[in-house]
């Protein structure tokens, strides 16, 4: 099984970025994935999940609205939009999966698969 993301880089506040989380190996629609969060020096911290059998989806609050979660089934693909990005939005942006639901997903513990991440950067 493999989670591998892609679209990371580096943006202005402001501007907008699509990631993505390829899955390998995974049936997709019994997984809900997620999308976490690790900036240096912080505790990292669930931005999104998504059931994938039924298209539930969760999101944390700080980021008011900013960041939708989707996915491509035929694809088996999860993708996190991200508009209006900031400075402090800068981070290692992780996929993760979880076998049963989104359960744990504002602090990760309930994911038992998970991806490298990918770097974002977001200049002033």
């Known amino acids: 099984v493999q989670l591998v993301e892609s679209g990371g880089g580096l943006v202005q506040a402001g501007g907008s970025l699509r990631l993505s989380c390829a899955t390998f190996g995974l049936p997709f629609e019994d997984y809900a994935i997620g999308w976490l969060r690790q900036a240096p020096g912080k505790k990292r911290m669930g931005l999104a999940c998504?059931?994938?059998?039924?298209?539930?989806?969760y999101y944390e609050e700080l980021l008011e609205g900013r960041f939708t979660i989707s996915t491509d089934t035929a694809k088996k693909t999860v993708y996190l939009e991200m508009h209006n990005l900031k400075v402090e939005d800068t981070g290692m942006y992780i996929c993760?999966?979880?076998?049963?639901?989104?359960?744990?997903w504002g602090d990760g513990s309930g994911y038992d698969k998970w991806g490298r991440g990918i770097q974002v950067t977001v200049s002033a």
């Open positions: 993760a999966a979880n076998h049963i639901d989104c359960s744990g």
């Open positions: 998504v059931e994938t059998d039924d298209n539930d989806t």
